[in-house]
């Protein structure tokens, strides 16, 4: 699975929306971006996936740039409550065992 | 909803004990997982199952083995604990090749 880069920490301002980039510059054709959550004391929540399309849910958005070298989670609203460790993983969608490969993540601090 | 459990929140245990975290989800999934979470390291994936009785090795199986005899539980088994394997302990479950893994809310261990 391809590797991803995301920066350490991020702050947003509460009701603005929160942009997380995500670098996966050696993805290859079959593979997927998902992005996970995680809220202190709890386990890792998914969010959302795309494969080379803009996607939207209830939750975020996720842009893919047309290389899919990079994209971004965005929380078009952010509030406290999103203030977790935002994951982005790369993989294929149907590989053995379906597992992840989650690295550092960037913490997202939502203030007031 | 789906909901996956694990045994305890918190444990503690003595060098060389023996120690079973115990996961348990109620929507008939195949695939389950176990992960422990360090600082810095994010996610490791250290074993998974994808039927009653199968197991495969993730990236670090040393120091553990599993069991699955029933398709709803799956048991991470420390032989002899050692402090190295203080941590915080991730169970998971996804359905065939869906694309969502649901966690569980953790186990952190702490080796003595």
């Known amino acids: 699975d391809a590797k991803t880069t995301q920066p350490p920490s991020m702050d947003c301002a509460e009701g603005r929306a929160a942009n997380l980039p995500c670098n996966h510059s050696t993805i290859s054709g079959n593979e997927y971006v998902y992005w996970y959550r995680q809220i202190h004391s709890q386990g890792p929540q998914y969010i959302i996936h795309g494969l080379k399309n803009n996607e939207t849910n209830e939750m975020a958005s996720l842009i893919i740039t047309e290389d899919r070298k990079s994209s971004t989670l965005i929380l078009p609203h952010a509030t406290l409550r999103d203030t977790a460790v935002y994951y982005c993983?790369?993989?294929?969608?149907?590989?053995?065992?379906?597992?992840?490969?989650f690295g550092g993540g960037t913490r997202l601090m939502v203030k007031p | 909803d789906v909901k996956v459990t694990q045994s305890s929140r918190y444990l503690v245990k003595r060098t060389g004990e023996k120690v079973f975290l115990e996961c348990v989800q109620d929507m008939d999934h195949e695939n389950m997982f176990w992960y422990r979470q360090d600082p810095g390291l994010g996610l490791r994936l250290i074993y998974f199952?994808?039927?009653?009785?199968?197991?495969e090795k993730g990236d670090i199986p040393e120091g553990y083995s599993v069991s699955r005899e029933k398709k709803e539980r799956f048991s991470l088994i420390l032989e002899s604990a050692s402090t190295n394997q203080t941590s915080m302990y991730l169970c998971a479950t996804v359905e065939g090749y869906s694309y969502e893994q649901y966690f569980g809310p953790g186990t952190r261990l702490t080796v003595t």
């Open positions: 993983i790369v993989r294929v969608a149907n590989n053995a065992g379906n597992m992840l490969t």
């Open positions: 199952s994808y039927d009653v009785k199968m197991k």
